[in-house]
């Protein structure tokens, strides 16, 4: 693949350049100003020389005028939702979500609407976080109801841990600047709004559809699973749960991304097969169609969204019979998605999803076609595990930053489990097709329930195993992008993707040699006390050097202090408190 195949990477990144630097340097802005309006006035300048579209001087302008809009695009995205007194007033808010249960409360997201503050009235721009402080969900609270609530807004701040998630930056990047917490006595008046939003009535049906795995005779863990395999949602399943998954390496078919959307897309290929020629027109029209609309029942979701104009661009390549296509066609979704919400770049999700597609898109032709298996099973089989292998090679350095774990069985669970989700979707997209019949519905919803048991019990018996998951394990962010580079230029070079030999790899390897040994020896020299923030109270642990001292607090090592001593590489010893 030539880069004059993909021209939407020389506009991809430099907008997310922009944006990157915005969140890091967000003091240039009267500087990005000034460059995005010169290379807009050079560019519109050039246009009138006939050949200024290969004209390299048009170029860097382009790329400067992209790297200007993408910091300008991020810093308006932040400074958008508006400033609210920390003090008691009222709010009028529109729910965008349903309840979802936890410990001891209920969390939802509410669009504010108006505040009202003695005798001013104002109308900030954003949404804020809801804490209800019960642990019973209101069974007749809706997206798109609305609420009159006393209550005092605060502001959405993260704990300050070292290497922890940011949580106020992930909120941020959907519009929350806020939180607050509420009780019964706190809501004024409530009042359920028959007019609602596309979004607000996919979310509604994506509930819906709960209801009806469970009028069928799905119950407990299987109804967990099968609804975490189908509209993403994982409330109904246990920690327990959710655990095995992750130490089985499973735990990416809970949610309802690319890999679902995928799955769509190639079984309706599959099926409209003889749809070829002028006729692809019409199956990649009744492909995106039917994408959308299990966008719609899932609850449009941000993962589903980015997997659905993915998936889009991706069978717009193939009406314009470009083979090549693919990877620009994924840089396109890219780009889109990032200049409508440029902190998209800094979710987990929106990483993970598009490496796994870039890898496969990149090597798994190659791959496969390294053998050739005769018996069609077989055949299927190699497919499933190419797939897998150039998925997980992809994602490997991500996934280890962000869970601190590697399962070392993810490929005997995604051959088990990936068919298995495939067959889960089918089934429950049947079950609510057949809803309306209740022996035909009870029948699949029987079965549903048994593959469901057998992936749990699977599932369980791969997490259990010895020595099948390394835990504890991290990486620094240029770690991270350091591997990933060397894992592609490795691939690129034994696959024969381009000529490019293994002397590339090498250098990106000593490069993530020098980034460890930087940490390293950074760790090393520090003598300090880090005080760590564990659910409102205050954690004293000393660092000598690659030590943490962490005084014994009931037998556990909390998972903030884990997290930092994966990623810097540092290795906890237990003392006596005090």
């Known amino acids: 693949m030539h880069f004059r195949e993909i021209p939407f990477l020389r506009l991809f990144a430099p907008l997310c350049a922009g944006v990157i630097v915005a969140e890091a340097l967000p003091r240039l802005l009267i500087i990005v100003c000034i460059a995005a309006a010169a290379s807009l006035v050079f560019m519109t300048l050039r246009l009138f020389k006939k050949?200024?579209?290969?004209?390299?001087?048009?170029?860097?302008?382009?790329?400067?005028?992209?790297?200007?809009?993408?910091?300008?695009?991020?810093?308006?995205?932040?400074?958008?939702?508006?400033?609210?007194k920390e003090t008691g007033q009222l709010v009028a808010v529109r729910l965008s979500s349903f309840p979802e249960k936890g410990n001891k409360s209920c969390s939802l997201r509410a669009r504010v609407l108006s505040i009202t503050d003695e005798d001013s009235l104002y109308y900030p721009h954003g949404s804020m976080m809801l804490w209800f402080m019960t642990d019973t969900i209101p069974s007749g609270w809706r997206p798109g109801d609305s609420m009159l609530l006393r209550i005092t807004p605060i502001r959405v701040a993260n704990n300050g841990n070292p290497c922890e998630f940011n949580y106020r930056r992930y909120l941020e990047g959907q519009g929350i600047k806020y939180m607050a917490f509420l009780r019964a006595g706190d809501i004024i008046s409530y009042c359920s709004d028959g007019r609602r939003t596309i979004r607000e009535r996919s979310l509604i049906v994506a509930h819906g559809m709960i209801d009806t795995f469970r009028k069928a005779g799905l119950r407990g863990e299987e109804l967990g699973l099968v609804t975490a395999l189908t509209i993403g949602d994982k409330e109904l399943l246990g920690k327990e749960q959710l655990t095995t998954f992750s130490r089985s390496g499973a735990m990416h078919v809970m949610a309802v991304s690319g890999l679902h959307v995928g799955m769509i897309s190639m079984a309706l290929s599959f099926i409209l097969f003889f749809l070829r020629r002028?006729?692809?027109?019409?199956?990649?029209?009744?492909?995106?169609?039917?994408?959308?609309?299990?966008?719609?029942i899932t609850g449009m979701s941000s993962s589903v969204l980015r997997a659905t104009i993915m998936f889009t661009f991706l069978q717009a390549g193939s009406i314009l019979n470009r083979p090549a296509s693919g990877m620009n066609n994924l840089l396109a979704s890219a780009f889109i998605l990032t200049a409508l919400h440029p902190a998209v770049l800094f979710e987990a999700g929106f990483q993970l999803s598009y490496l796994a597609v870039a890898f496969i898109l990149l090597f798994y032709h190659r791959l496969y076609t390294l053998v050739r298996p005769k018996n069609r099973l077989v055949r299927h089989l190699w497919q499933m595990t190419a797939i897998s292998l150039v998925a997980q090679a992809g994602t490997?350095?991500?996934?280890?930053?962000?869970?601190?774990?590697?399962?070392?069985?993810?490929?005997?669970?995604?051959?088990?489990v990936i068919p298995i989700t495939f067959l889960?979707?089918?089934?429950?997209?049947?079950?609510?097709?057949?809803s309306p019949l209740p022996p035909l519905s009870l029948f699949i919803a029987t079965v549903l329930d048994r593959i469901a048991g057998v992936t749990l019990t699977f599932t369980g018996i791969i997490s259990s195993m010895d020595h099948?998951?390394?835990?504890?394990?991290?990486?620094?962010?240029?770690?991270?992008?350091?591997?990933?580079?060397?894992?592609?230029?490795l691939l690129t070079s034994l696959l024969r993707v381009g000529k490019i030999t293994l002397k590339p790899f090498m250098l990106a390897a000593m490069i993530l040699i020098a980034c460890n040994s930087?940490?390293?020896?950074?760790?090393?020299?520090?003598?300090?006390?880090?005080?760590?923030?564990?659910?409102?109270?205050?954690?004293?642990?000393?660092?000598?050097?690659r030590f943490l001292l962490v005084p014994w607090h009931d037998g556990i090592i909390p998972p903030e202090v884990r997290k930092h001593a994966a990623t810097r590489g540092l290795k906890i010893m237990v003392i006596e408190p005090g």
């Open 51 to 84: 050949s200024y579209f290969s004209d390299i001087p048009f170029g860097l302008t382009l790329a400067i005028f992209l790297f200007a809009a993408g910091y300008l695009l991020r810093t308006e995205e932040r400074m958008r939702p508006g400033d609210m």
């Open 278 to 296: 002028r006729a692809r027109i019409i199956r990649a029209l009744v492909i995106v169609t039917a994408l959308w609309g299990f966008a719609f």
């Open 518 to 545: 930087v940490k390293t020896m950074q760790e090393a020299r520090r003598e300090r006390v880090i005080v760590y923030n564990i659910r409102g109270k205050e954690l004293r642990v000393k660092q000598l050097g």
């Open 396 to 416: 490997l350095a991500l996934t280890i930053r962000l869970f601190n774990i590697f399962p070392l069985l993810f490929l005997l669970t995604n051959i088990v």
């Open 424 to 434: 889960v979707i089918v089934l429950a997209l049947f079950l609510i097709v057949t």
């Open 468 to 489: 099948g998951v390394i835990m504890n394990i991290g990486m620094s962010a240029s770690e991270t992008i350091m591997l990933t580079v060397s894992i592609a230029l």
